[in-house]
């Protein structure tokens, strides 16, 4: 199997299925011997013992969506580090001042968004 | 090689469960004696059968199903919080190599030689669980918590990544054996390999953001339990409650497990064998974690995300250049 590329996913494969196997087990024993009464004032969902008012799925506030927004440009950035962390060995001075030029360009993008108060949690 | 592997996963995983269950008990026991009470004392001498009635009394409950729910993702979201969790460990080299019966046996699941890679993308993939569990919930406490959950995964995502950028640059592998193999020494400062020297900023933004992406004190505002009763899990009960209790824990041993090993040199160490050396370290983070939560008080929502990125971040950015720097000039 050596030099087999795929082999250690092999591994992971076989963790994988074990895994969910034992949740599945654990859910399906757990039905076996607990008691099951449900009835309506039991199912309702809970809201500090009182009827719940209105739909659950309320309103929320969007900075939310602005710092999902800002996570993916940063995280492709973070991305882009790894491969190059791993040969910097062997690139020399030119890619560190690559890199750094690109790390300055993306950090000017977070004081942007810093100066345009989207980091400020109201 | 299928058969060995299936015994090693079998063997991690049970190692990695009864771990979860007597890291519940080692909590309550610190956190109890720190606030001078007791903890757990009735199961067992000093209550060390509590998880296992823990257990038991979990699996007697009923399973209460709200209304409202969305069945398929309700049901789905224990299982995909808990199984990235669990996959950590399948990359974590825990011992050295040993002899079995005149066969090398690897103590790791899988030897990837991207493993770091592997570890921060499983680790990622937990937001989902919860950001279903709380969206299919029909609660609007699962919902903030899960929201929260995310936007706070998502922001310390980023900084945790960059903290061990440090650490590749230095030693220009991804790979945790190699990465192991490195910090081992044979002289008496056994510890002087350890990258946490090399790279001390580097530990300091690992251990804040892992404590933020395990959603552990100061940083559990998802399941704040005075403002959201119990976050994105207020509505699971029975076993599926106990999956996401047991995932939490997990998250909790992988990064430590991971931290041991990118940091302190995994399972090397002089005199004890090399396995000891392993649980020793990732049982000092685990302490550690708990003597967070026996200390600090919560943060507030929006001095977390605001330290999140104009604290860790530009540090975390600062640091990658420095080391780099370093690495040049070395």
Redesign the interface.
């Known amino acids: ?1 050596k030099g087999f590329y795929v ?6 494969l ?3 299925v ?3 196997g ?3 087990f ?2 399906f ?3 076996l ?6 009835y ?1 004032a ?6 500090c013992a009182e009827l ?1 008012i209105g739909d ?3 309103q ?1 506030n969007p900075r ?1 969506y602005i ?2 927004l ?2 993916v440009i ?2 492709v ?2 991305v882009f ?2 491969p190059w ?5 062997q690139l ?2 030119y890619a ?1 001042i690559e ?2 030029i690109f ?1 300055l360009i993306l ?1 000017y993008g ?1 004081y942007y968004a ?1 100066k345009q108060g989207v ?4 | ?2 058969l060995i ?2 015994v ?3 063997v991690v ?1 049970v190692a990695v469960l009864t771990g979860c269950a007597w890291s519940t008990w080692l909590e309550r026991k610190v956190v109890g004696h720190m606030q001078h009470r007791m903890g757990p004392t009735f199961a067992g001498p000093y209550g060390l059968l509590q998880p296992i009635a823990d257990f038991i009394k979990l ?10 729910v969305e069945r398929v993702a309700y049901g789905l979201a ?2 995909l919080s ?2 990235p969790a ?2 950590v460990f ?2 974590v080299p825990f011992a050295a190599d040993a002899t079995l019966f005149g066969h090398e046996i690897k103590m790791v ?5 991207i493993g770091i ?1 592997f570890v921060f993308a499983v680790t990622s993939l937990g937001v989902y669980g919860l950001v279903m569990a709380g969206w299919s ?5 699962s ?2 918590g899960s ?1 929260r959950a ?2 706070q995964m ?2 310390y ?2 900084s945790y ?2 903290s061990i ?1 440090g650490i ?2 230095i030693a ?3 790979s945790l054996r190699e990465l192991v193999e490195m910090q081992g020494s044979d002289s008496i400062w056994f510890f002087s390999n350890w990258f946490v020297f090399k790279q001390p900023l580097g530990f300091l933004l690992y251990l804040t953001c892992a404590i933020a992406e395990t959603n552990r004190l100061p940083f559990d505002m998802p399941e704040a339990e005075s403002e959201l ?1 119990a976050g994105y899990h ?2 699971y009960s ?3 409650f106990a ?1 996401f209790f047991v995932s939490e824990y997990a998250n909790m041993l992988a990064v430590s497990a991971v931290g041991a090993t990118l940091f302190f040199g995994g399972w090397q160490g002089p005199y004890l064998p090399s396995i000891v050396w392993f649980i020793l370290k990732v049982f000092c983070f685990m302490f550690f974690y708990i003597w967070l939560r026996g200390t600090f008080p919560r943060f507030r ?2 001095q977390l ?2 330290f999140g ?2 604290v860790l ?2 540090l975390a ?1 600062l640091n ?2 420095v080391t ?2 370093f ?2 000039l070395d």
């Open positions: 199997m082999a250690p996913y092999l591994s992971i076989i963790f994988i074990i895994g969910i034992l949740v599945l654990t859910f024993l757990a039905r011997i607990r008691p099951s009464h449900p309506p039991k199912t309702i969902n809970y809201e719940p659950s799925w309320i929320f939310f710092f999902a800002i996570f940063f995280d950035e973070a580090l790894f962390a791993v040969a910097f060995g020399g001075l560190l890199m750094v790390i950090f977070l810093w980091l400020k949690w109201v | 090689m299928i592997s299936s090693k996963v079998i995983v699996i007697f409950k009923e399973d209460i199903v709200p209304s409202g224990p299982v808990f199984i669990m996959l399948a990359v699941i899988s030897d990837l030689n890679l919930s029909g609660s609007k406490y919902l903030l929201l995310s936007a998502i922001s995502e980023v990544g960059l950028v590749v640059l220009n592998t991804l009763v207020t509505e029975s076993m599926r999956t929502y929006d995300m605001s990125w104009k971040f530009p950015l990658v250049i780099a720097a690495v040049m």
